[in-house]
């Protein structure tokens, strides 16, 4: 599968932005999507993640309250809604996928499929 992230931007703090992520093939409503992000110099790490049922979506502490992921399997696409946002937000988000599994899956290596990525910038 191939995955296409899209919306990033320059956003000032407090202010929301909507990710997409669009991914190709047929077999979309298989896989747990999540988004990751990598700030500069820091490690990539996970943000969130809904699994191929599409129910009980998991955070991770810093966005908890703050973002909500969701999917569309008509549409191949999976969010993720921002608000409240912070110069620590501040990273390129990665939407990655993988078969099966579910939102519970956050580690890096639990993923095969990689989008290109897509610049967030939130100044204070």
């Known amino acids: 599968v191939q995955l296409q992230a899209s919306g990033g931007g320059l956003v000032q703090a407090g202010g929301s932005l909507r990710l997409s992520c669009a991914a190709s093939g047929r077999t979309f409503n298989s896989y747990t999507m999540a988004w990751f992000r990598q700030a500069p110099g820091k490690e990539r790490e996970y943000v969130a993640a809904?699994?191929?049922?599409?129910?009980?979506?998991y955070y991770a502490d810093s966005v908890k309250g703050r973002s909500t992921i969701s999917r569309d399997n008509a549409k191949n696409t999976v969010y993720l809604q921002m608000a409240s946002l912070e110069p620590e937000d501040t990273a390129v988000y990665y939407c990655a996928a993988r078969r099966w599994g579910d939102g519970s899956n956050q580690k890096r290596y639990q993923y095969d499929y990689w989008g290109q990525g897509t610049q967030v910038t939130v100044s204070s």
């Open positions: 809904i699994s191929w049922i599409g129910g009980n979506p």
